[in-house]
């Protein structure tokens, strides 16, 4: 069972930048495709982007393309999201989602984080 915790959430203005971690135990993510959601008051958990086993491929959300960067260290066993130039949209809870294969959906995850949460200020 791999248990996920997020951290690195807070209170940002507008034009700023934060990075999150995901640190994994119980398990290696390397076998895992890892995966950052989002969810905003109201609204629904969105996908915000992934990164494949060996981190070589990565994928995001069209409203986070170009601010946003995932990266993971194995030998860590943790995952990271660097969020540059940041928006009063992008305020919300972020996951971090552990699962088998590339993808955008929510179901396909099989490990979740808590959350953290990350509120940019206009």
């Known amino acids: 069972q791999v248990q996920l915790v997020e951290s690195g959430g807070g209170l940002v203005q507008a034009g700023g930048s934060l990075r999150l971690s995901c640190a994994a135990s119980?398990?290696?993510?390397?076998?895992?495709?890892m995966g950052w959601f989002r969810q905003a008051p109201g609204l629904e958990r969105e996908f915000v982007s992934f990164?494949?086993?060996?981190?070589?491929?990565?994928y995001y959300a069209d409203s986070v393309k170009g601010r946003f960067t995932i990266s993971r260290d194995n030998t860590k066993n943790t995952v990271f999201l660097e969020m540059n130039r940041l928006k009063p949209e992008d305020t919300a809870v972020y996951y971090c989602?552990?699962?088998?294969?590339?993808?955008?959906?929510?179901?396909?995850?099989?490990?979740w984080g808590q959350g953290t949460q990350v509120t940019v200020s206009s």
């Open positions: 989602a552990a699962g088998a294969r590339p993808a955008t959906k929510e179901y396909e995850y099989d490990y």
């Open positions: 990164i494949i086993y060996s981190g070589s491929r990565t």
């Open positions: 119980g398990g290696t993510i390397s076998s895992f495709v």
